[in-house]
């Protein structure tokens, strides 16, 4: 009866920990699978992490918000075909791959002007595509 007990146990506690480890996050769904709707999330989420003063209180929360969107996006949408060819995601993937690696190379440096400056003018160019619809 012993031996029945611990494996009974030992079943619902995998199960358990399976449950907790493979539930999706809120984080993790929000993107919609809308091409347009994920880009123009991803570059509001981006923009506000840019533009916090260094001393904002959320500044860090804001960044690793716009640190998962970018890792989601680029998840989603690197390998299709019908989005890698379009001028809007091809730009969109030099901004995100350059505000990504200064987050990763320097976590707690602020974004340096020009590089702020190039990502508000790529931004603007994804946005402007995707109004042409390319």
């Avoid at 840019?50 to 949408?77: G, H, M, W």
């Avoid at 702020?116 to 603007?124: A, G, I, M, V």
Wanted: hydrophobic share 35%; glycine share 4%; net charge positive.
């Amino acid at each position: 009866m012993k031996r029945y007990w611990s494996r009974l146990l030992t079943l619902v506690l995998v199960v358990f920990l399976g449950l907790i480890v493979c539930s999706p996050s809120s984080a993790a769904d929000s993107l919609s699978g809308d091409y347009r709707q994920d880009t123009l999330a991803v570059v509001n989420t981006s923009r506000t992490a840019i533009e916090l003063p260094e001393d904002s209180p959320n500044k860090a929360e804001a960044q690793t918000d716009a640190r998962q969107k970018i890792n989601e996006f680029v998840a989603r949408y690197r390998r299709d075909g019908s989005v890698s060819g379009l001028n809007s995601f091809t730009t969109m993937r030099t901004a995100l791959n350059s505000l990504a690696g200064h987050y990763s190379s320097y976590p707690n440096r602020p974004l340096p002007e020009k590089l702020k400056r190039r990502l508000d003018q790529e931004f603007k160019q994804v946005e402007a595509a995707l109004v042409r619809g390319s």
